[in-house]
């Protein structure tokens, strides 16, 4: 049987070109103005802002006795940082690779966060790695800053 090819391959070569476009644009400028423009198009200030409140409200209500609301921040702050990855990479391998850390950081503890409801050392566990996690988040931030995004 022979195969036709269907009208898949223009698609094809057209988000190929939209990516190629996207990946030559992103790497022209000095490393400051790469930066820059990656940070505007993502939105990265605003995200890594957003992945602050929704860290401090998780740590907010772990810590008291709300545990439906945190568990539920906590939710919301691991499917937070889970899409976080989808703006990687950075122009920046060392700033990639420090956000990567980060937002797996941010992740694990939002799902320890998560499942410990009702169990007190997992609970304990969650508020140290967010803790941790929060001390991640504004060393990227500070990051971001330096190299000009």
Request: proline share 3%.
């Amino acid at each position: 049987m022979i195969r036709r090819p269907g009208r898949a391959g223009p698609a094809v070569l057209a988000l190929w070109l939209a990516v190629s476009g996207a990946a030559c644009s992103a790497s022209t400028g000095s490393p400051s103005q790469q930066m820059s423009a990656w940070s505007r198009t993502t939105g990265a200030r605003a995200l890594l802002a957003n992945l602050g409140t929704d860290l401090t409200n998780a740590l907010g209500h772990l810590r008291g006795a709300d545990r439906t609301t945190a568990h539920t921040l906590c939710a919301i702050l691991s499917t937070d940082a889970q899409s976080a990855n989808d703006d990687l990479p950075t122009p920046n391998k060392a700033f990639t690779d420090q956000l990567a850390a980060t937002y797996t950081s941010l992740y694990d503890a939002a799902q320890d966060c998560y499942h410990g409801a009702g169990n007190a050392a997992l609970t304990t566990r969650a508020a140290a790695e967010l803790e941790s996690a929060s001390a991640q988040l504004e060393r990227a931030s500070a990051t971001l800053s330096r190299l000009g995004g």
